[in-house]
């Protein structure tokens, strides 16, 4: 399936986001994730304390 319809939103716990974009490890899902993180680091919100992406999903840690 590679790229997700829709992002597939998943908490972790009380302080993580967790952001999926894809089933499978390829160049459309991880352009996806970075064009995200850098999206979020673009422009800054208060209490996103970091981002962490991987080949297909992005990590958002926030203080809530």
Do not use: C
Not at 17 to 26: A, R, T
Not at 27 to 38: D, G, I, S, T, Y
């Amino acid at each position: 399936m590679a790229l997700y319809p829709q992002t597939i939103f998943r908490l972790m716990g009380d302080r993580g986001l967790l952001l999926e974009f894809g089933d499978e490890i390829s160049h459309q899902v991880n352009e996806k994730v970075r064009r995200m993180a850098l999206a979020i680091q673009a422009e800054p919100t208060e209490g996103i304390v970091e981002t962490v992406p991987t080949y297909r999903s992005l990590l958002i840690l926030y203080d809530p």
